[in-house]
């Protein structure tokens, strides 16, 4: 594909008005909308209040399904917690209404906090473990809550349970039928509403960024901690209102209502239903509550039965869930198939200003870009890093290579600040960075990529760069790529073939307006003629940025022909550094590559 060039006129023009949710997502919330607010009104026409009465609490478990999609899906977390953060949310408000004695506002008010307090609770282990590990933990808190309210019994009448019907507030107006149906079907929309919001956003990418690579969130300078105490903080937002109607419709509330049936049912529901899309919780609460608990309301005692069993058969059928089944039923059946896609930079590069971002933070201070002094890192009995010292130019290009195993990435990785070394100090920019960690480190300008390109195939083209972005800083590449996003937003990432992902970090990285890119085996998968463009583009992005690269390459025709200054790692030691005119006839060069090509040719 080729790319438009840019104007003068259209680097310096702002960018216009973008629509909040993408075309695609704002079809599929339309449709989810169109689905809730259909199953409500056929209830209500045929004058049916069992139906009725069924169909809002589906609606209930939207919402609160709908906090779970996000949490799952988009910020790739496992939680087994959200029946029970309903579950508080609804036993608080209903002893406020009544044990409590508070008005309806008040009450609701003190459900809710107190839900969000509980989803919050759940969510701090997310900081120190993931996958299995966090689902367990998750599972643990949604088996000991119906415990802990028949621990306090006389506070929570666990036995007998609340019954909020027979409350003095019984008779408030906003227990009318229709006024109660309004605002639930109101909060169901307004979770497909938001989760189509998130699932647009930026936010929403770095959400998923954060949950798939933690250490690409981190080099583009996010922090996936504080990313996943926000999915939960949203989760639990919904599942806290979703409890709260739960009390508001159904009247009475008992342990028995929220057990860990409850949160396998939710979570089955987004993994059914199609995790990641808009009406995936709409299609698994019809299959997983409506199908057995309503129409087949003799089965209720197999409940956890006939979800395994369906969990099964429609994983097996549709891996996807069944939105993502009926997607790509649709596609085959227009004939769809994604485009090949090709990115270039060439363009967007040619738009740099005579004296560039780059070339002025070049001049900005005297020195080194960055400088290491004595690093030393080791893991159990291998000593990774043995006191190195390292000086990257501004401006320059600077290869660090070395046989397998000599510690080149580990090297990269503490510069980055990936990896916490032993000793040693760092100095980026004029600044001392020894104790910050890579978050810190990418906000100060230093981007990185990995070995193994890290891609967000269920993204487009223009999303994964667009992770990269950095709202505090304001820079010419930013601008220009204004001029290929319209190209890129319809290019799947996942159509990219390998070299092609290469060039995408790469994008990324300059997205975010660095003084210093490090590189880590980028040549490696790629053809001859992508290294040879990749060569180029490394000399364009100096040339047009100012920016200084760092790069660990096995490539050594590559690295001849491309660096300024090469630095040769054995055993975490640099053994010797200068331009390759000078280091490549060595004889400790030929040692360390004997056996290897273009050593010395």
Not at 223 to 238: H, K, T
Not at 256 to 265: E, P
Not at 591 to 601: E, P, T
Request: glycine content about 10%; overall charge neutral.
């Amino acid at each position: 594909m080729s790319n438009p060039v840019l104007t003068s006129a259209e680097v310096t023009a702002p960018a216009g008005r973008r629509n909040l949710l993408r075309p695609d997502i704002r079809r599929e919330v339309a449709l989810g909308i169109g689905i809730v607010v259909l199953a409500v009104a056929v209830p209500i026409v045929a004058g049916n209040a069992y139906w009725l009465q069924a169909i809002l609490l589906a609606a209930v478990y939207v919402v609160a399904a709908s906090g779970l999609n996000i949490l799952r899906a988009q910020a790739e977390q496992l939680s087994f917690g959200q029946g029970a953060v309903m579950g508080v949310a609804a036993y608080i408000t209903a002893l406020a209404a009544t044990a409590w004695e508070h008005p309806l506002p008040v009450a609701v008010l003190l459900g809710f906090l107190a839900g969000m307090a509980a989803g919050m609770l759940l969510a701090l282990p997310s900081l120190r473990v993931q996958g299995y590990y966090l689902g367990f933990v998750t599972m643990a808190g949604a088996l000991a809550l119906p415990e802990i309210f028949f621990l306090f019994e006389e506070q929570t009448r666990a036995v007998t349970g609340v019954n909020v019907a027979t409350s003095a507030i019984r008779d408030v107006a906003f227990w009318r039928t229709e006024w109660l149906t309004l605002v639930i079907l109101l909060c169901a929309v307004a979770a497909l509403v938001v989760a189509g919001l998130i699932k647009s956003s930026r936010f929403g990418r770095q959400l998923k960024v954060a949950g798939t690579s933690p250490e690409a969130a981190m080099t583009l300078g996010l922090r996936p901690g504080r990313l996943r105490l926000q999915a939960f903080a949203i989760a639990s937002l919904m599942a806290s209102v979703a409890g709260v109607l739960y009390v508001l419709l159904i009247q009475y509330v008992a342990p028995g209502s929220f057990t860990l049936a409850l949160s396998i049912m939710l979570y089955f529901v987004v993994v059914i239903g199609g995790a990641g899309t808009i009406v995936g919780p709409i299609l698994g609460v019809g299959v997983l509550y409506l199908v057995p608990d309503v129409a087949l309301a003799s089965l209720v005692d197999y409940r956890l039965l006939i979800y395994g069993i369906t969990a099964f058969v429609i994983m097996f059928l549709m891996p996807d869930g069944i939105a993502g089944g009926l997607r790509r039923a649709i596609h085959r059946l227009r004939g769809r198939t994604a485009p090949a896609a090709t990115i270039s930079l060439r363009e967007v590069l040619a738009q740099a200003p005579e004296a560039g971002d780059g070339a002025t933070a070049a001049a900005r201070t005297g020195g080194p870009l960055l400088r290491a002094e004595g690093l030393a890192a080791r893991f159990g009995e291998v000593q990774a890093l043995d006191g190195v010292d390292l000086e990257i130019g501004r401006g320059e290009i600077h290869a660090i290579v070395g046989p397998n195993g000599s510690g080149k990435t580990t090297l990269l990785n503490a510069l980055s600040g990936l990896v916490a070394v032993d000793s040693g100090t760092v100095h980026f920019d004029g600044e001392d960075v020894s104790s910050t960690g890579a978050s810190g480190r990418a906000r100060l300008g230093l981007a990185r990529t990995f070995q193994t390109p890290r891609v967000f195939a269920d993204m487009t083209v223009w999303e994964n760069v667009d992770c990269g972005a950095d709202d505090g800083r304001t820079h010419w590449f930013a601008e220009a790529l204004e001029a290929v996003r319209a190209d890129w937003d319809e290019l799947p990432a996942a159509t990219l073939p390998h070299g092609q992902r290469r060039f995408l970090e790469v994008a990324r990285a300059l997205r975010r307006g660095p003084v210093l890119i490090a590189l880590d085996e980028p040549a490696a998968g790629l053809s001859v003629a992508e290294r040879k463009e990749f060569s180029a583009l490394l000399r364009s992005v100096v040339a047009a940025t100012g920016a200084s690269v760092l790069m660990v390459e096995h490539d050594l025709e590559l690295v001849w022909g491309t660096a300024d200054r090469i630095s040769v790692v054995d055993a975490g030691r640099v053994v010797v550094s200068g331009p390759p005119a000078e280091i490549r006839h060595l004889p400790e060069i030929g040692r360390l590559f004997a056996g290897v090509n273009h050593v010395a040719g």
